[in-house]
Nanobody
Framework: QVQLVESGGGLVQAGGSLRLSCAASGVTFSIYTMGWFRRTPGKELELVAAISRSGDKTSYTNYVQGRFTISRDNAVNTVYLQMNDLKPEDTVVYYC????????????????????WGQGTQVTVSS
């Protein structure tokens, strides 16, 4: 049974930092491109960041460039999202997802092409 379990969310003041983790089980983790998505009220899931199977390539949405860093450790089947300089508009539920399809990074934003999803972790940034 495939499971993606996020952790690390919580309440932080603006300008603070959080590190999200997503632990995978039941999959050969290293063959999956991993992504972090967010869902804001009234909107579809949006890609925040994604990382290739080996970790040599990453992709970020514009509004987190320079603030967030995605990384992975295939030895422990975990992907991370280091979130720095958090802003109140970063308040949302974050989901990790895994996709087996190998494709260009320009397609990683397509949530429908991900095979597995976690339950999400809430991040709340106070002003």
């Amino acid at each position: 049974q495939v499971q993606l379990v996020e952790s690390g969310g919580g309440l932080v003041q603006a300008g603070g930092s959080l590190r999200l983790s997503c632990a995978a089980s039941g999959v050969t983790f290293s063959i999956y491109t991993m992504g972090w998505f967010r869902r804001t009220p009234g909107k579809e899931l949006e890609l925040v960041a994604a990382i290739s199977r080996s970790g040599d390539k990453t992709s970020y949405t514009n509004y987190v460039q320079g603030r967030f860093t995605i990384s992975r450790d295939n030895a422990v089947n975990t992907v991370y999202l280091q979130m720095n300089d958090l802003k109140p508009e970063d308040t949302v539920v974050y989901y990790c997802a895994a996709r087996a399809t190998v494709s260009a990074s320009s397609t990683w934003y397509r949530g429908g092409e991900y095979d597995y999803w976690g339950q999400g972790t809430q991040v709340t940034v106070s002003s």
